[in-house]
């Protein structure tokens, strides 16, 4: 069965930088599209970051845009955000999800449990 396992959140200082990984078990051979969310309480999952299946075409939203980098190693299944000038205001769960490249939460077909990450001010 196909699962995701992210990792690599914590806690920082405002300006400070974390990597967080997302490796999957590969549970289908088919390389898909993975997208980052995160969610903090209270609130619905906002979109961060996608990277196509290939890492040829990426997306951000715009609070991040400069300041996270998504990439992908398939040889390791993994998919990375690099998370740099780290702000109070990214404080959330942050999650990966795979399928079909899409800002929604709901497009995708598999969802990872997420890693916390706490950015102090």
């Known amino acids: 069965q196909e699962q995701l396992v992210e990792s690599g959140g914590g806690l920082v200082q405002a300006g400070g930088s974390l990597r967080l990984s997302c490796a999957r078990s590969r549970g289908t051979s088919v390389t898909y599209s993975t997208g980052w969310f995160r969610q903090a309480p209270g609130k619905e999952h906002e979109f961060v970051s996608a990277?196509?299946?290939?890492?040829?075409?990426?997306f951000y939203a715009d609070s991040v845009k400069g300041r996270f980098t998504v990439s992908r190693d398939n040889a390791k299944n993994t998919v990375y955000l690099q998370m740099n000038s780290l702000k109070p205001e990214d404080t959330a769960l942050y999650y990966c999800?795979?399928?079909?490249?899409?800002?929604?939460?709901?497009?995708?077909?598999?969802r990872g449990q997420g890693t916390q990450v706490t950015v102090s001010s």
């Open positions: 999800a795979g399928g079909s490249v899409s800002r929604r939460w709901d497009d995708y077909t598999y």
């Open positions: 990277i196509n299946w290939n890492g040829e075409i990426t």
